[in-house]
Every structure is written in C-alpha cells, then in structure tokens.
C-alpha cells in the first residue's frame, strides 16, 4: 500500500504562483515516477509532469516554462511550483506514484487549484 497525501492547493489571481506539495507513504521501490496530472470539471485527467528517481522530467507543453516539478528521494516528496498561472490552469491536481517493478499506480485525494480574478 501507498499513501499520498497532497497540500498547498487553492485560490489565486492570474499571473500569481502556487507550490504544491505530496507526501508519500508506505512501500515504494526505489525506480519510480512520480507526478502531478489534473482534471478540470468534464474533462479527462491529464499530465502535468512528472520527474523520475533519477530526476528525469516530463512536463506538458501547456505548462512548459511556468511550472517546475521537482522531488526528494529521501523523503519520498514531489512538489510542483506554478508560476504565471492562468484561468486554465483550474483543475484538481492529482499527485501520483507509479512503480515500475510491478506496474501499480497510487493516487492522492487531490486538491483544488482555482486561477480567478
């Protein structure tokens, strides 16, 4: 079992930032990704990024040059700055874990990221 507990959602003006925060817990082996996706109301979950134990990043273009993903392999922590946000950025951010060896994804409660003047 993996436990993550995501923080550092909320509101904020166009153009602001926000630093979200996951928390992992529990067995994780040690080759893993780990990531933020986002789900805006009637759309589909999507990537935002995500960063290896090695700290390879992927990053949607939509998000490229705005936001940093980064992690702490002693701690089992990932965080995602946002800068510049905008109006579509508003979604639930999803924090998630998955573990190549076994091919198990675990997800976060997640938390409401609101971009609005």
């Known amino acids: 079992q993996v436990q993550l507990v995501e923080s550092g959602g909320g509101l904020v003006q166009p153009g602001g930032s926000l630093r979200l925060s996951c928390s992992a817990s529990?067995?994780?082996?040690?080759?893993?990704?780990m990531g933020w996706y986002r789900q805006a109301p009637g759309k589909q979950r999507d990537l935002v990024a995500t960063?290896?134990?090695?700290?390879?990043?992927i990053y949607d273009d939509s998000v490229k040059e705005r936001f940093t993903i980064s992690r702490d392999n002693t701690k089992s922590t990932v965080s995602l700055q946002m800068n510049n946000l905008k109006t579509e950025d508003t979604a639930v951010y999803y924090c998630?874990?998955?573990?190549?060896?076994?091919?198990?994804?675990?997800w976060g409660q997640g938390t409401q990221v609101t971009v609005s003047s």
């Open positions: 960063i290896s134990t090695g700290g390879d990043t």
């Open positions: 998630n874990v998955f573990i190549y060896s076994t091919r198990e994804s675990w």
């Open positions: 529990g067995t994780i082996a040690r080759l893993n990704r």
